[in-house]
């Protein structure tokens, strides 16, 4: 099964993360880069970002061992398709997570600040901040040879090793 319905606009993380000084700037600068629905790479860093959401990210968020929680998940957009986007989680259930848009959305109506609410089964990545090191990201290692180089060489120099 494909984890995405059609292309898509997946938001690359920003360097300046905090909450919510940097939050309309940090949504200006984000690089927007496209991706199909049969991108093995990208649909591969989903599933692992899937796969480890349990096991390392809300193991993290209880024991709040480190900072700058979020989530991104891919949002149904009009055209029937999938906005994968940051979001800072404000409450997480097994039914449902709460958080904040930390990207203004391109193909859905919102704003960046927005609160929004979707299901677990929609986490595409996750990311926490711990001894100054970027943990998790799945997506944005798929993303770098996509984005503007300095960015690029900024985010693989804070990214920590995958679990």
Not at 15 to 30: F, I, R, T, W, Y
Not at 109 to 127: C, L, M, R, V, Y
Request: with cysteine; glycine share 6%; hydrophobic share 45%.
């Amino acid at each position: 099964m494909s984890a995405f319905r059609s292309s898509l606009a997946c938001l690359c993380i920003g360097l300046c993360l905090s909450l919510p000084a940097a939050l309309h700037a940090q949504a200006q600068d984000d690089a927007v880069v496209g991706y199909e629905t049969s991108d093995t790479q990208m649909n591969a860093a989903i599933g692992q970002a899937r796969a480890t959401y349990e096991s390392v990210f809300i193991p993290a968020v209880r024991a709040r061992s480190g900072s700058q929680f979020m989530l991104k998940a891919g949002i149904d957009t009009p055209a029937d398709g999938l906005e994968h986007i940051w979001i800072a989680p404000i409450s997480i259930s097994a039914q449902k997570i709460t958080g904040t848009l930390m990207n203004e959305p391109v193909h859905f109506k919102a704003h960046a600040g927005d609160e929004i609410t979707f299901a677990p089964n929609q986490i595409s990545d996750w990311s926490f901040r711990r001894d100054g090191k970027l943990h998790g990201n799945y997506t944005t290692r798929v993303m770098l040879p996509d984005i503007p180089a300095e960015q690029a060489a900024n985010l693989r120099a804070q990214l920590a090793p995958l679990p």
